[in-house]
């Protein structure tokens, strides 16, 4: 290991358990640093225009209001410093599409040009000076700029809240509006997001009656149109609840509101004088003031919305907020990578924020779980419930049990205490850990989640040395490490005896349209050789694991492949209503005893189909079926479905076409995301009993059924791939990568979780890929190294600040070779009386990823725009907290974010605009379905990304470095018509061509020598011997690496009918589904904020 570590403490443990060795882990992004494989991210190439930020210093900020810790500037109003609402330079939008230059010369990183407004007598702040001024570090306020914007577009979106009174209303209300961001511990992780991954359809033409995926051509989404009529949502005015598309123009205007005449804000208000420096006598500074008001509530209906094509010409607006000046998730990521990149995170401090999920870095386990096992929305949390109630930040973490590590770190030791079993509390039952204290010399110890004293076994006692540690606290991982395994006992098996080696069985549709598409036959080459590739445990000979196969449609056919046939043998079951296993000895086998038979069975079944014309399915008897198989080897395992169709034929579990677009923004509509009957659920609870997890193949030409299909999938811990219209010769790359990578990852069988927390809080709801059967229990049949549980906690009891509170989480499994395991994590956090502590150490990512996965399980029950709403409002409470009881007091018009949580409100934007709480017209019912089931399971890392996708500028990659080329913002007006791009979100990769590439760069990526040849169908990139296009290969392989599903290819050229696809996923602009942008959106906040504190 290296990255100037410290040399562990005490004696090593020896190599790691033998029993890890073979699983190929994935990099970690960042910058490579020596002896660290590829990074995830790439280096950081010089900081973007408008972006230069100096390192925020050590210690507390002024404008938190505590002891200022030799902060460097005071932000007190007078001629040698920065005014509060200072927000540096205005610009107006780039023509070319380039991203905007700096205003002025450029300057020294760490100062900030500004100009002055156009108007000669008013200045924003203090005058210019030929000197540079020193940007403030810690409270960045940032005032909306004004540039003029075109006026031919045609505005889809509704704005928030009515118009002001009057020109100047405007003007005194956007002086007054300043976004600061008062400086706290980490900044969030950002940046990888996401806006709603299309159907992984379309590969080329689109099929006979199929829609082109992507909002309808005929609206453009031009970025840079502004706000329309006034901008949305500056002035204070009631909330406005949801998001959706324009009203009807039929409302009368509000009295007292006439329409703007004209756009330019003119004078603008000086700064405030006495707000803004070290304020340590901020009144009622800490303690938990009454809760907020309750939020006003107003019908979205009754806000009037003139639609910029309706106002006459001198009526629209020609100012708008500077989206630099606004806080960047390029920006913070970048900052971050560069802070904490370099340095490895030991885990041995309570209540340590981890770096952002973005960042590449080592972790040295000191006695607290790695945050690539556990993440927490907060590092520090309220003592009381009334604190977190007043706060509104939800406590959550999210684990990832079985996380894959990076080779560079080490795998939890496993420990064997004999037939005694683990060292556990009496009371609590929970397992030895390092924050368990020693008493009476080391003959007992006082368990730290429930305080019972309980004896040491004699096998176990130790002595302890003059600071109370056992001498052997280094000898054992249980007491000086945060993860670890424990060989479980007899008693911690199923009726009492030790589990068999788990079997894989896969299950074929082989029906028409499987046939016809050459799935079949493809599926069956696979697998002869991905055979040879199961999981196997260390350094085992072979994998234990058994395998069998059936094939189906309307009937079930096993097979007979036991060692000693010449043979394969068929055996059909053709009464589906009552399934049962046609055969026990020969169908569950060892692929190397079977090989040949297994060869020769494999090589038939595309022929045997070949000429059927048999089209129905059935599908809830196939997995019957394998439930059956298992039961009967008395063995988990895991089911390899592979399905084509709505299953209608006559069986049990037989769907109908139900999908109806006419619900959505109905009351109904969360109908479409429920199962059509609970005969699924019942299923699933039987699989989860007997350790059968399902892993679903899709591959619809039509509507499918997701929400239904999926119910077993979801509830046993298995996943969803899906492959809309597939297409041999553009889709199966990306399918076999996918299967390949599934037979071979790491997954543990017939697992229970439970999740102990020291007294004063518990684990109160559950998120995830899961089963419960109590309060306490996560079942899953199957669990993977990709799979996270999200986990929320409550108050029952105050905490101490001096004890800080406990998680440990224990996951119960059977290994891939039989072997039954206990995986312990720890984490210890700090506990808080001062709200400021708490938003000091949030994660925002954490918190979105929480988030998102609350508002997809409140589609099931509620409508989508009562979901939305309370999305909202819960960040308005959480931002309006902060501003009431930890910013210093400035005025009403700034808008205030704590450091931590500055892309709070871009984050939340895309997750408002995701397909599932948003969809645009292109976006079917079983896309928002499958989408839905997949953010649950997602671990920070993926929500991140998928939320906020990756942009990289390819034609500025350096192609002599490893390194990414700096990534820039998801907007339509950072992209040049000369350069290409590459656009991923973990589900699809985009390559965005514009149309004044050069030729030679054209030449040299695809072949062809001129824009119009480029084809759309192709699905992965041609190997062409030059340096650009290995470059280019090797930044998508490495991507492609990083995820835990093969990304689609999708080649973009500007003007394309396939670039409104492109633009869906770039966020920060308005959506035509009537997404905001983050501008607006922004603006909007504010105003739910004000409102709240008013």
Same mark, same amino acid.
């Given at each position: 290991?290296?990255?100037?570590?410290?040399?562990?403490?005490?004696?090593?443990?020896?190599?790691?358990?033998?029993?890890?060795?073979?699983?190929?882990?994935?990099?970690?992004?960042?910058?490579?640093?020596?002896?660290?494989?590829?990074?995830?991210?790439?280096?950081?190439?010089?900081?973007?225009?408008?972006?230069?930020?100096?390192?925020?210093?050590?210690?507390?900020?002024?404008?938190?209001?505590?002891?200022?810790?030799?902060?460097?500037?005071?932000?007190?109003?007078?001629?040698?410093?920065?005014?509060?609402?200072?927000?540096?330079?205005?610009?107006?939008?780039?023509?070319?599409?380039?991203?905007?230059?700096?205003?002025?010369?450029?300057?020294?990183?760490?100062?900030?040009?500004?100009?002055?407004?156009?108007?000669?007598?008013?200045?924003?702040?203090?005058?210019?000076?030929?000197?540079?001024?020193?940007?403030?570090?810690?409270?960045?306020?940032?005032?909306?700029?004004?540039?003029?914007?075109?006026?031919?577009?045609?505005?889809?979106?509704?704005?928030?809240?009515?118009?002001?009174?009057?020109?100047?209303?405007?003007?005194?209300?956007?002086?007054?509006?300043?976004?600061?961001?008062?400086?706290?511990?980490?900044?969030?992780?950002?940046?990888?997001?996401?806006?709603?991954?299309?159907?992984?359809?379309?590969?080329?033409?689109?099929?006979?009656?199929?829609?082109?995926?992507?909002?309808?051509?005929?609206?453009?989404?031009?970025?840079?149109?502004?706000?329309?009529?006034?901008?949305?949502?500056?002035?204070?005015?009631?909330?406005?609840?949801?998001?959706?598309?324009?009203?009807?123009?039929?409302?009368?205007?509000?009295?007292?509101?006439?329409?703007?005449?004209?756009?330019?804000?003119?004078?603008?208000?000086?700064?405030?004088?006495?707000?803004?420096?070290?304020?340590?006598?901020? !009144?009622?500074?800490?303690?938990? +003031?009454?809760?907020?008001? @309750?939020?006003? $509530?107003? %019908? =979205? &209906?009754? #806000? /009037? *919305? !003139?639609?910029?094509?309706?106002? +006459?010409?001198?009526?629209? @607006?020609?100012? $708008?907020? %500077? =989206? &630099?000046? #606004? /806080? *960047? !998730?390029?920006?913070?990521?970048?900052?971050?990578?560069?802070?904490?990149?370099?340095?490895?995170?030991?885990?041995?401090?309570?209540?340590?924020?981890?770096?952002?999920?973005?960042?590449?870095?080592?972790?040295?386990?000191?006695?607290?779980?790695?945050?690539?096992?556990?993440?927490?929305?907060?590092?520090?949390?309220?003592?009381?419930?009334?604190?977190?109630?007043?706060?509104?930040?939800?406590?959550?973490?999210?684990?990832?049990?079985?996380?894959?590590?990076?080779?560079?770190?080490?795998?939890?030791?496993?420990?064997?205490?004999?037939?005694?079993?683990?060292?556990?509390?009496?009371?609590?039952?929970?397992?030895?850990?390092?924050?368990?204290?020693?008493?009476?010399?080391?003959?007992?110890?006082?368990?730290?989640?429930?305080?019972?004293?309980?004896?040491?076994?004699?096998?176990?006692?130790?002595?302890?040395?003059?600071?109370?540690?056992?001498?052997?606290?280094?000898?054992?991982?249980?007491?000086?490490?945060?993860?670890?395994?424990?060989?479980?006992?007899?008693?911690?098996?199923?009726?009492?005896?030790?589990?068999?080696?788990?079997?894989?069985?896969?299950?074929?549709?082989?029906?028409?349209?499987?046939?016809?598409?050459?799935?079949?036959?493809?599926?069956?080459?696979?697998?002869?050789?991905?055979?040879?590739?199961?999981?196997?445990?260390?350094?085992?000979?072979?994998?234990?694991?058994?395998?069998?196969?059936?094939?189906?449609?309307?009937?079930?056919?096993?097979?007979?492949?036991?060692?000693?046939?010449?043979?394969?043998?068929?055996?059909?079951?053709?009464?589906?209503?009552?399934?049962?296993?046609?055969?026990?000895?020969?169908?569950?086998?060892?692929?190397?005893?079977?090989?040949?038979?297994?060869?020769?069975?494999?090589?038939?079944?595309?022929?045997?189909?070949?000429?059927?014309?048999?089209?129905?399915?059935?599908?809830?008897?196939?997995?019957?079926?394998?439930?059956?198989?298992?039961?009967?080897?008395?063995?988990?395992?895991?089911?390899?479905?592979?399905?084509?169709?709505?299953?209608?034929?006559?069986?049990?579990?037989?769907?109908?076409?139900?999908?109806?677009?006419?619900?959505?923004?109905?009351?109904?509509?969360?109908?479409?995301?429920?199962?059509?009957?609970?005969?699924?659920?019942?299923?699933?609870?039987?699989?989860?009993?007997?350790?059968?997890?399902?892993?679903?193949?899709?591959?619809?030409?039509?509507?499918?059924?997701?929400?239904?299909?999926?119910?077993?999938?979801?509830?046993?811990?298995?996943?969803?791939?899906?492959?809309?219209?597939?297409?041999?010769?553009?889709?199966?790359?990306?399918?076999?990568?996918?299967?390949?990578?599934?037979?071979?990852?790491?997954?543990?069988?017939?697992?229970?979780?439970?999740?102990?927390?020291?007294?004063?809080?518990?684990?109160?709801?559950?998120?995830?890929?899961?089963?419960?059967?109590?309060?306490?229990?996560?079942?899953?049949?199957?669990?993977?190294?990709?799979?996270?549980?999200?986990?929320?906690?409550?108050?029952?009891?105050?905490?101490?600040?001096?004890?800080?509170?406990?998680?440990?989480?224990?996951?119960?499994?059977?290994?891939?070779?039989?072997?039954?395991?206990?995986?312990?994590?720890?984490?210890?956090?700090?506990?808080?009386?001062?709200?400021?502590?708490?938003?000091?150490?949030?994660?925002?990512?954490?918190?979105?990823?929480?988030?998102?996965?609350?508002?997809?399980?409140?589609?099931?029950?509620?409508?989508?725009?009562?979901?939305?709403?309370?999305?909202?409002?819960?960040?308005?409470?959480?931002?309006?907290?902060?501003?009431?009881?930890?910013?210093?007091?400035?005025?009403?018009?700034?808008?205030?974010?704590?450091?931590?949580?500055?892309?709070?409100?871009?984050?939340?934007?895309?997750?408002?605009?995701?397909?599932?709480?948003?969809?645009?017209?292109?976006?079917?019912?079983?896309?928002?379905?499958?989408?839905?089931?997949?953010?649950?399971?997602?671990?920070?890392?993926?929500?991140?990304?998928?939320?906020?996708?990756?942009?990289?500028?390819?034609?500025?990659?350096?192609?002599?470095?490893?390194?990414?080329?700096?990534?820039?913002?998801?907007?339509?007006?950072?992209?040049?018509?000369?350069?290409?791009?590459?656009?991923?979100?973990?589900?699809?990769?985009?390559?965005?061509?514009?149309?004044?590439?050069?030729?030679?760069?054209?030449?040299?990526?695809?072949?062809?020598?001129?824009?119009?040849?480029?084809?759309?169908?192709?699905?992965?990139?041609?190997?062409?011997?030059?340096?650009?296009?290995?470059?280019?290969?090797?930044?998508?392989?490495?991507?492609?690496?990083?995820?835990?599903?093969?990304?689609?290819?999708?080649?973009?050229?500007?003007?394309?009918?396939?670039?409104?696809?492109?633009?869906?996923?770039?966020?920060?602009?308005?959506?035509?589904?009537?997404?905001?942008?983050?501008?607006?959106?922004?603006?909007?906040?504010?105003?739910?904020?004000?409102?709240?504190?008013?």
């Amino acid at each position: 290991m290296s990255v100037n570590q410290q040399a562990h403490t005490g004696p090593p443990y020896g190599q790691p358990q033998p029993g890890y060795q073979g699983y190929q882990q994935p990099a970690y992004g960042g910058p490579s640093l020596p002896g660290v494989p590829q990074s995830q991210y790439g280096a950081y190439n010089g900081p973007m225009p408008g972006y230069q930020q100096p390192v925020p210093p050590q210690g507390y900020f002024p404008s938190l209001g505590f002891p200022s810790k030799g902060s460097p500037v005071s932000l007190n109003s007078d001629t040698s410093s920065l005014a509060p609402n200072f927000i540096g330079s205005l610009r107006a939008p780039p023509t070319s599409g380039a991203p905007p230059p700096a205003s002025g010369a450029s300057h020294p990183s760490g100062h900030l040009a500004y100009s002055q407004f156009e108007h000669g007598d008013v200045q924003n702040g203090i005058p210019a000076s030929a000197a540079p001024m020193q940007r403030p570090p810690a409270s960045q306020p940032f005032l909306p700029g004004s540039a003029p914007t075109p006026v031919s577009q045609i505005s889809t979106f509704q704005q928030y809240g009515p118009p002001p009174a009057s020109v100047q209303q405007l003007r005194n209300h956007m002086a007054g509006m300043t976004i600061g961001s008062t400086a706290a511990s980490a900044p969030p992780p950002a940046g990888l997001g996401y806006a709603a991954p299309r159907p992984p359809a379309m590969p080329g033409p689109p099929l006979p009656g199929q829609t082109v995926a992507g909002p309808p051509s005929s609206q453009p989404n031009h970025v840079s149109s502004p706000p329309p009529s006034t901008m949305a949502g500056l002035h204070p005015g009631p909330p406005m609840s949801g998001l959706h598309g324009p009203p009807p123009p039929t409302h009368p205007p509000q009295p007292g509101y006439p329409m703007q005449q004209n756009g330019s804000f003119g004078q603008m208000r000086g700064p405030q004088p006495n707000y803004g420096g070290a304020y340590p006598g901020a !009144p009622n500074y800490g303690s938990p +003031p009454g809760p907020p008001p @309750p939020p006003k $509530r107003l %019908d =979205p &209906d009754s #806000i /009037p *919305s !003139p639609q910029l094509n309706e106002l +006459p010409p001198q009526q629209k @607006p020609r100012h $708008r907020i %500077d =989206p &630099d000046a #606004i /806080p *960047s !998730p390029i920006q913070v990521i970048e900052d971050d990578r560069n802070n904490r990149g370099s340095e490895p995170f030991v885990t041995g401090v309570r209540g340590q924020v981890p770096p952002l999920v973005t960042t590449n870095f080592l972790v040295k386990d000191q006695g607290n779980a790695s945050p690539r096992y556990i993440r927490c929305t907060s590092y520090n949390i309220p003592c009381t419930s009334d604190m977190a109630k007043q706060s509104q930040v939800p406590l959550a973490a999210v684990i990832k049990p079985l996380a894959t590590l990076p080779p560079e770190e080490t795998l939890p030791y496993l420990v064997d205490h004999g037939e005694s079993g683990p060292v556990r509390c009496n009371r609590c039952k929970a397992y030895m850990c390092p924050f368990m204290q020693f008493i009476e010399g080391g003959r007992r110890f006082q368990c730290c989640f429930c305080s019972c004293v309980t004896e040491v076994p004699p096998h176990y006692f130790q002595h302890l040395d003059h600071t109370g540690k056992r001498v052997d606290f280094y000898d054992r991982p249980e007491l000086s490490l945060g993860s670890y395994e424990f060989l479980a006992t007899v008693d911690y098996c199923k009726n009492n005896k030790f589990p068999s080696p788990p079997a894989f069985i896969f299950m074929i549709d082989v029906s028409y349209n499987a046939v016809k598409s050459g799935l079949v036959r493809l599926i069956c080459e696979e697998l002869k050789s991905l055979l040879d590739y199961l999981p196997r445990e260390g350094n085992m000979e072979e994998s234990a694991i058994r395998v069998g196969f059936v094939t189906y449609n309307k009937v079930l056919h096993f097979y007979n492949v036991k060692s000693s046939l010449a043979q394969p043998q068929m055996m059909v079951v053709s009464d589906v209503a009552d399934m049962f296993v046609p055969l026990l000895d020969g169908f569950l086998v060892n692929v190397n005893e079977s090989r040949t038979v297994i060869a020769s069975l494999l090589d038939q079944i595309p022929e045997m189909f070949a000429d059927t014309r048999e089209t129905e399915t059935v599908f809830a008897p196939v997995i019957q079926a394998g439930l059956e198989a298992l039961k009967a080897a008395e063995c988990a395992g895991k089911l390899f479905i592979f399905h084509t169709s709505l299953p209608i034929a006559e069986a049990p579990g037989k769907l109908k076409n139900r999908d109806d677009r006419k619900l959505i923004n109905t009351d109904k509509e969360k109908t479409l995301f429920q199962p059509q009957t609970s005969f699924y659920n019942n299923l699933a609870k039987d699989c989860v009993a007997q350790g059968c997890c399902v892993d679903l193949f899709l591959f619809p030409n039509q509507y499918l059924d997701v929400a239904t299909l999926g119910v077993v999938p979801y509830q046993t811990g298995g996943s969803i791939y899906k492959y809309a219209y597939f297409q041999l010769e553009t889709d199966q790359y990306r399918f076999l990568n996918d299967l390949r990578r599934d037979v071979q990852k790491e997954v543990g069988f017939d697992a229970v979780m439970r999740v102990r927390t020291s007294t004063g809080i518990r684990a109160t709801d559950f998120f995830g890929a899961f089963y419960m059967s109590n309060t306490t229990d996560v079942e899953m049949a199957g669990l993977d190294c990709d799979k996270t549980i999200t986990v929320e906690f409550k108050h029952d009891d105050k905490l101490s600040e001096d004890s800080g509170a406990l998680l440990q989480c224990a996951l119960l499994y059977t290994s891939c070779a039989g072997q039954r395991r206990l995986r312990i994590h720890n984490l210890s956090l700090n506990c808080c009386t001062q709200l400021a502590d708490l938003y000091r150490n949030c994660e925002t990512d954490t918190l979105i990823n929480y988030l998102a996965k609350y508002a997809y399980r409140g589609v099931l029950s509620s409508p989508v725009k009562t979901v939305r709403d309370s999305l909202i409002n819960q960040c308005a409470q959480i931002l309006a907290c902060y501003r009431k009881n930890c910013a210093s007091p400035s005025s009403a018009g700034q808008l205030i974010l704590p450091e931590c949580m500055k892309l709070l409100p871009v984050y939340l934007n895309c997750v408002l605009k995701s397909d599932v709480l948003q969809p645009g017209p292109e976006v079917t019912t079983d896309d928002r379905a499958y989408i839905r089931q997949l953010v649950t399971s997602m671990d920070v890392a993926e929500t991140n990304v998928f939320f906020y996708p990756r942009l990289l500028p390819l034609t500025k990659a350096d192609v002599d470095s490893d390194s990414l080329p700096a990534a820039i913002r998801n907007s339509e007006e950072r992209l040049s018509k000369g350069d290409i791009y590459l656009l991923e979100n973990g589900l699809n990769v985009f390559v965005w061509v514009g149309v004044s590439v050069q030729q030679s760069l054209i030449q040299n990526l695809f072949g062809v020598s001129s824009f119009s040849q480029i084809s759309n169908a192709l699905s992965t990139l041609p190997v062409l011997e030059n340096p650009f296009s290995k470059k280019v290969r090797s930044i998508v392989d490495m991507l492609q690496g990083q995820r835990s599903r093969y990304m689609k290819l999708i080649i973009v050229k500007q003007e394309d009918k396939l670039e409104m696809l492109f633009k869906h996923f770039l966020v920060e602009d308005k959506s035509l589904s009537g997404g905001a942008s983050y501008v607006d959106f922004l603006c909007h906040m504010h105003k739910e904020i004000r409102q709240l504190l008013s």
